[in-house]
């Protein structure tokens, strides 16, 4: 478990001062895939340095369980670390980069053993760990391959084996994808998605599009300005976003439900039931109620709907009574009224 106590981190400036975090405090679960998501300049990247101390905090403390399995008690706090144990902590984080950082005159091979070979790690016994690792990724044809031959994509797939050399239990991902093409990018995630599951690694994404959080992550935290806005599951912050923030992002169109709640227009929150129960039709088919679709931001994440979605519903009363009843009798949705609607 990584556990950041109180967290801020300010750089002097030739203004003065600034905040890039703001005392921050969040708990990572062991064997998740934790996204840290927000807009440009929101702390993110800074927030994933000092995971693993490339970014000493100026208050706070970091603690990851597990990294000294011959100790017992409270996790150790990585800022009291002497530079001996924090190399030695180090050894457990391993980190990838949205520009690769290959040693461009070593092969795939040798970039994957430069880690172990720097471990003291007897050097047919990185090579052959370092030939599983390209079988793993997908490159197994690679080893004799400079990076210089390789598209973005492969690359980045080369730079996830070495991460992976020194067998970690943590890989930070800081903007690992925000180079490559869509296509390209939905492949890299579904490897890191594999490793997780395949290795119990956990894993911290770096991010700035929900697009990646929601193909991967399974808790999510909203970071704005060096503020933590709020953190969860993905689901349930996707389905009921707290902040202005969370619902920027999430709702990007820019659909401001807390400022559209009028008589006869509910809102309502999908919360992970199946995306494929058609719920306007169901409404027409059981009650004979037809209703207008206002506005609607939903996506579909494995096959569960989240989102929401805005109602116009009959003016008879009657009708409207109906067709609410089974709205809020139905599971995973959450119904409320929108007053004062001005669409």
């Known amino acids: 478990m990584i556990e950041l106590q109180k967290v801020s981190k300010i750089f002097p400036t030739p203004d003065g001062p600034f905040s890039a975090l703001k005392d921050i405090s969040l708990t990572i679960p062991d064997g998740s895939i934790f996204g840290i998501v927000g807009m440009s ?42 530079p001996g144990q924090l190399r030695q902590a180090r050894r457990s984080i391993s980190m990838i980069f949205q520009q690769f950082n290959l040693l461009m005159q070593r092969t795939c091979l040798k970039n994957i053993c430069f880690p172990m070979e ?97 193909e991967i992550c399974t808790h999510v935290a909203i970071l704005d300005h060096g503020t933590l806005m709020e953190t969860g599951t993905v689901e349930s912050v996707f389905s009921n976003p707290q902040t ?22 509910v809102r309502i929150a999908f919360n992970g039931g199946s995306s494929y129960e058609p719920l306007i039709a169901s409404l027409a088919i059981d009650c004979g109620v037809k209703v207008n679709i206002l506005g609607a931001d939903t996506r579909n994440m494995d096959g569960k709907a989240f989102g929401t979605m805005l109602l116009g519903l009959p003016e008879d009363r009657a009708e409207a009574g109906k067709a609410m009843a089974y709205l809020k009798g139905r599971k995973d949705l959450t119904v409320e009224e929108v007053r004062d609607y001005h669409g």
């Open 118 to 214: 720097i471990a003291g790690v007897p050097a047919s016994e990185a090579k052959q760990k370092a030939l599983e690792l390209l079988e793993m990724v997908g490159l197994p044809d690679k080893a004799e391959s400079y990076p210089s031959q390789l598209s973005g994509g492969q690359k980045q797939r080369i730079a996830i084996a070495r991460a992976l050399a020194s067998n970690p239990k943590i890989l930070l991902c800081d903007e690992a994808t925000s180079a490559l093409d869509p296509n390209t990018t939905r492949a890299i995630l579904r490897l890191i998605q594999d490793i997780n599951k395949r290795l119990g690694i956990t894993v911290v994404v770096i991010t700035h599009e929900m697009a990646v959080v929601e």
């Open 41 to 82: 300049g929101a702390g993110k990247s800074t927030l994933v340095r000092c995971i693993n101390l490339l970014e000493k905090p100026t208050r706070g403390r970091v603690r990851i369980s597990g990294l000294f399995p011959d100790r017992e008690g409270e996790a150790p706090d990585l800022c009291e670390m002497d």
């Open 244 to 265: 202005e923030a969370g619902r920027r992002l999430v709702y990007p169109e820019g659909m401001r439900i807390d400022r559209l709640p009028a008589a006869n227009v």
